[in-house]
């Protein structure tokens, strides 16, 4: 669960969020979209604990796995002894075979893999100890359709499972199959948006992802 209450942060004298309130309960999926510098990575890492707001309250309740725009991984180790460090500091055991398409990668050095792949690391070592709480910053930058596909499943059988998910993206096609609510950051106020308000009720999936992208092209439009 999490809970957010009129947040402000500002770098120095530039202000980058500005009274952003919104909940997201478990089994549900939040969707942060704007521009690059509306925000979205700072509200995601002030709700990790990493940055402190300068207004308002957050509360996050359960265990939190955290997927940054970069890559949280130290280069000069290896792939295994990355998820020994994370699962070590958690307490929670090294799975016998890696997830996500990394068990082949399992005794190369993080810096010698691709960008793709470094970030399906970032996203499993996120998922050690299967947090109640998963935190994606821009999660599917460098994957290939194969891996972005399987990331959608991963984050639908999440929300299944009752745990709470923050997804911060660009792209509408990344998350318009999973997301509950949809708040859009750029240079006014933050814009506050249900599935059902963005989606209609056709019940047609190309229907609801023309009018998603519709409504993202004027949200961009109107900041």
Known sequence: MIQIQHLSFSYGRTPVLADLTFSAAPGECVVLCGPNGSGKSTALAIAAGILKPKGGTV?????????????????????????????????????????????????????????????????????????????????????DVLWQDELKETVRQLKERGHTVLYAGHDTAE??????????????????????????????????SVRLKEAYRGMCAAG
């Open 59 to 143: 509360s996050v309740e359960g265990r939190v796995g955290y997927v940054p725009q970069g890559t949280a991984l130290f280069e000069d180790m290896t792939v295994e002894e990355n998820f020994r460090f994370f699962a070590g500091l958690l307490k929670v055991p090294v799975p016998e075979e890696l997830p996500f398409g990394i068990e082949a990668y399992r005794n190369q050095k993080v810096g010698k893999l691709s960008g793709g792949t470094k970030k399906r690391v970032s996203i499993a070592c996120a998922m050690l100890g299967d947090p109640d709480i998963l935190l994606l910053d821009e999660p599917s930058a460098g994957l």
């Open 175 to 208: 998350y318009e199959t999973f997301y509950d609510s949809l708040i859009f950051l750029g240079s006014g106020e933050p814009a506050y948006y249900t599935r059902a308000q963005l989606s209609g009720t056709s019940g047609d999936a190309y229907t609801e």
